[in-house]
């Protein structure tokens, strides 16, 4: 085990890059696909199960945890890996995306922001400075640098003006986050949709210098048309020897679809948030379990998938339990579909390695294309 963080890529497939993240806690094989574990839990997950899926990282929330419990707390009681008993690899955001979703009373300077908490109204500041001080508590693995992404719509001058501002306090994390060997700092490249502004972003922090590159404000609504031309040439701006993390991606189309283009990392509540809604994803498109279609179905979700959720239960049981409000219903659905992106990511990381990634796609859409299995 390394006991530095470093990337190496070891085959390339058109843009697409298959390779290994060696950090002292494990490694991460790219392309990764991070479940989200935002209050220091996959909801409705043993830790362990989230490793039984094939997940080498998890994504932790600095926002909800320096509101609750609080990142000082949790570094009195041995850092984020001991607390939520997960050691291998830890990803966590800065903070800035869901000071912007998710809080109230916002009040933004140069300096950072103030917000009130969503959870008790208790005001609270966040800046670079702070951001890297809550991470480091956390004892986080990858750090991510302190951004703001402009809500949308927002004006082409407004999205240059955040981005400016962002690239500053990128250069404001990089001094705070220090010389920490073994743990990583990542940039944000904003700039939305416009490629002269995600060029600027780029060249400013590769300036900077960073041990990965994230691309920030995309998937927050722009459709998957216009996140796909901006990655078209955004990756291509980045270093070519560092990790590229597409940050909120995706569904499984926009998985394959950022890949294709060259991102290595990325990270997406939906597979645990569909499967408490009663969503699976599967191969052939997604299911909705509580259809009633579903009630009288004694096949398993599908028949190929090797997770608890498809091997132990029924259709019918699935849809029996959801209806009823029972557990086990988000808990079954949520291993299948990170049992499901996990898989998707070894047939991603097995086609590049081989050259087959094209084929891969071609058979990824004509399984999708045939829709849910066909009635009984
Ligand atoms: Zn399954």
Not at 195 to 210: C, N, P, Q, V, Y
Not at 345 to 351: I, K, P, S, T, Y
Request: charged content about 20%; overall charge negative; hydrophobic content about 40%.
């Amino acid at each position: 085990m390394s006991d530095r963080f470093q990337f190496s890529v070891s085959a390339t497939d058109g843009h697409a890059r298959t390779g290994v993240i060696q950090t002292p806690r494990g490694e991460i094989r790219t392309p990764a696909f991070m479940p989200v574990g935002t209050a220091a839990t996959v909801k409705a997950m043993l830790p362990e199960s989230v490793r039984a899926t094939g997940a080498d990282i998890l994504l932790g929330n600095t926002y909800h945890l320096m509101l609750r419990p609080g990142a000082e707390r949790i570094a009195r009681l041995g850092g984020l890996h001991k607390f939520m008993n997960w050691q291998r690899p830890i990803l966590t955001d800065s903070g800035g995306f869901q000071v912007m979703s998710l809080s109230s009373l916002r009040k933004l300077t140069e300096d950072g922001v103030t917000f009130a908490s969503h959870v008790d109204g208790s005001r609270h500041f966040l800046s670079p400075e702070t951001s890297m001080q809550i991470q480091r508590d956390l004892g986080s693995d990858i750090v991510m640098a302190f951004d703001e992404c402009p809500a949308l719509p927002a004006t082409e001058d407004e999205v240059a003006k955040s981005m400016r501002m962002s690239m500053r306090w990128a250069q404001r994390s990089r001094d705070a986050f220090g010389d920490r060997p073994g743990h990583a700092l990542f940039g944000i490249m904003q700039g939305g949709v416009t490629r002269d502004l995600r060029e600027e972003s780029a060249e400013a922090l590769k300036g900077i210098g960073f041990d990965g590159y994230a691309i920030g404000g995309l998937a927050v609504g722009e459709g998957q048309e216009a996140m796909f031309s901006v990655l078209d040439y955004a990756p291509g701006f980045l270093p070519e020897d560092k990790p590229r993390y597409l940050m909120g991606v995706g569904k499984p189309d926009d998985i394959v679809g950022a890949v294709v283009r060259g991102v290595d990392m990325m990270d997406c509540v939906l597979p645990s948030r569909s499967g408490r809604t009663g969503q699976a994803w599967t191969r052939r498109g997604q299911v909705n379990i509580k259809n009633a279609r579903h009630a009288d179905d004694p096949r398993p979700l599908d028949a190929d998938c090797t997770c608890p959720a498809c091997t132990g239960y029924s259709r019918a049981y699935l849809h029996h339990v959801f209806r009823a409000q029972e557990m086990i219903s988000g808990m079954l659905l949520t291993w299948h579909n990170l049992h499901y992106f996990q898989e998707l990511m070894v047939g991603l990381r097995e086609a590049i390695a081989a050259g087959q990634l094209a084929g891969f796609v071609t058979q990824f859409e004509a399984q999708r294309a045939q829709g849910d299995i066909d009635p009984l």
